[in-house]
Each structure stands twice: as C-alpha cells, then as structure tokens.
C-alpha cells in the first residue's frame, strides 16, 4: 500500500464506523466501533485508529490499530 492510498482510504473512515478487527489475535475476528483517530504528543494525527471492541465478554477494551489490521464494514 502506497502513502496515497494509505491517506485516500483514511479519509474515508469516520468516528462510529463499524469494522472487523484483523489482529492483533486476541481480538480478531471480532467487530469494532472507530472511536478516533490516535493523536500524538504534538496534537498532529498519526495513522492509528482507536477502536473500541464490540465483545459482550468484556467491558471496554479499545485498541490502537493501523489500516489493515481491521477492515470498514459500514460508514454512518
């Protein structure tokens, strides 16, 4: 995946968004809701996502994921 295709499909993603998480292997498989994107310590965006998992085993867990560690399933 290229730097503009990274940027393009980025885009694209919105806070809400549900997904299939991919890896790491403790979650995947399961779905996810995007919650934001990672900020760093300056305030500028960084390419990971915060997702929280859907998993009624658990309470809240969320995870800092890369694209292509999860799949978008549906924009709102």
Do not use: H
């Amino acid at each position: 995946m290229t730097l503009g295709t990274f940027l393009q499909n980025s885009k694209c993603i919105q806070v809400r968004d549900k997904v299939l998480i991919l890896r790491p292997t403790y979650v995947a498989g399961k779905y996810g809701v995007i919650c934001g994107r990672e900020s760093n310590s300056n305030n500028q965006a960084s390419q990971r996502w915060l997702i929280q998992v859907e998993d009624v085993d658990s309470s809240n867990i969320i995870v800092s994921l890369i694209l292509g560690e999860f799949i978008l399933i549906n924009s709102e």
